[in-house]
């Protein structure tokens, strides 16, 4: 099992900035992909960002430029900086934690952003 335990989300104004965390413990594999997912009332969840444990990063192009994913393999957790927030980005975001055939979500932050 793996557990994940996420912070840093809120309420800020357009073109604003957060950050989210995403800690994981428990069983955590060498190889593993981690990153942020998002889902907005009445649709569905997407990809936002991630980053293999290589280092390797893959981004929605609705963030690419604005949102930047990093991780830390010694702490076995990701960092979410979000920059130039839009009204768009407003979701609950959800971290995941993946490793063939393993897939791990945490609970969710919400992250508002008004106009």
């Known amino acids: 099992q793996v557990q994940l335990v996420e912070s840093g989300g809120g309420l800020v104004q357009s073109g604003g900035s957060l950050r989210l965390s995403c800690a994981a413990s428990?069983?955590?594999?060498?190889?593993?992909?981690m990153g942020w997912y998002r889902q907005a009332p009445g649709k569905q969840r997407e990809l936002v960002a991630t980053?293999?444990?290589?280092?390797?990063?893959n981004y929605a192009d609705s963030v690419k430029g604005r949102f930047t994913l990093s991780g830390d393999n010694a702490k076995n957790t990701v960092y979410l900086q979000m920059n130039s927030l839009k009204p768009e980005d407003t979701a609950v975001y959800y971290c995941?934690?993946?490793?063939?055939?393993?897939?791990?979500w945490g609970l969710g932050t919400q992250v508002t952003v008004s106009s």
């Open positions: 980053v293999t444990s290589g280092g390797r990063t």
């Open positions: 995941n934690y993946r490793h063939w055939p393993y897939d791990y």
């Open positions: 428990g069983s955590i594999f060498s190889t593993y992909v």
